[in-house]
């Protein structure tokens, strides 16, 4: 009974598996063909041929938006990364006056659609000049509400007694975060990482609005780009560029998947 029951929880989820996998195996096999045989629905390409991925370079200038994709999406994780831990460490370890009201609000940003502040944070960066740059693209998603809750539900699991500790040996606020709190949350830390580095690395319209160089454009805008000049003619170089772009995220949700299940469940229990 209990060997059953293995065999079709197993069976269950090599189903579920290949069914999330498909779209990513047939936008890889169109990669590799021609105009007619993605027309003729073949679900194998005749032979593995890497035209597809030569000419997507020659369409559009995908190293550059490749480039700056890398950079923006560094540039943020690094920045949620910093803004969101502190954050969180005043919200768990320093005590003022309406803490958890200023936290409340904080939170409460989660709710507000970014289509509604979307316009201010255009009209910011335009005033500011940094259309076209790396600033106008990246320091607007600096402060992340989810990333101070993320990080400020594992702080609650480090005792207080640790930080009072500290402050009677005479260490500083900032050096009992640096040295004590970020090595014992690294999980967390990779965690939102993760997280930042692909909501970046996937954003479309933000850049569009912000950007309008194909120096300082991102990999969704070229991907939109190349889709405009081959959906009459050969699906197959659009697919290459997809995989040329999806193939990071595959890889770094790959290496960081335990990471990233545990980070995600690390602060549930206290």
């Known amino acids: 009974m209990i060997l059953a029951k293995r065999i079709s929880l197993y069976a269950v989820l090599i189903i579920c598996a290949i069914i999330m996998m498909f779209p990513i195996f047939y936008a890889f096999s169109i990669s590799f063909m021609d105009g007619g045989e993605v027309m003729g629905g073949q679900l194998l390409p005749s032979s593995l041929s890497l035209d597809n991925y030569v000419e997507v370079f020659q369409k559009v200038p995908l190293l550059t938006y490749l480039l700056n994709s890398f950079v923006t999406s560094a540039i943020v994780m690094i920045g949620q990364l910093l803004v ?9 370890f320093m005590k003022f006056k309406g803490r958890d009201f200023v936290f409340f609000l ?3 940003t989660m709710m507000i659609p970014w289509e509604a502040t979307m316009v201010p944070n255009f009209m910011t960066i335009q005033g500011l000049g940094w259309t076209n740059s790396y600033l106008g693209l990246t320091v607007p998603f600096f402060a992340l509400a989810f990333g101070t809750f993320l990080l400020r539900q594992h702080f609650k699991t480090i005792p207080q007694e640790l930080y009072e500790a500290s402050r009677v040996a005479g260490i500083s606020r900032f050096r009992f975060f640096w040295n004590v709190i970020l090595p014992i949350s690294r999980s967390s830390l990779i965690t939102l990482g993760i997280y930042s580095f692909l909501t970046n690395w996937n954003m479309y319209l933000w850049p569009l609005l912000v950007t309008n160089t194909e120096s300082a454009r991102t ?3 070229g991907l939109k780009q190349l889709q405009t000049q081959e959906i009459a ?3 197959g170089i659009v697919m290459a560029g997809v995989v040329i772009v999806i193939l990071p995220t595959l890889l770094l949700l ?3 998947q335990k990471k990233l299940q ?3 469940t690390q602060g549930a229990i206290k």
């Open 106 to 108: 904080f939170i409460s």
């Open 219 to 221: 990999v969704q805008i």
């Open 84 to 92: 969101s831990s502190l954050a969180a460490f005043a919200f768990v």
């Open 262 to 264: 545990k980070g995600l």
């Open 233 to 235: 003619s050969d699906w």
């Open 254 to 256: 790959f290496a960081g």
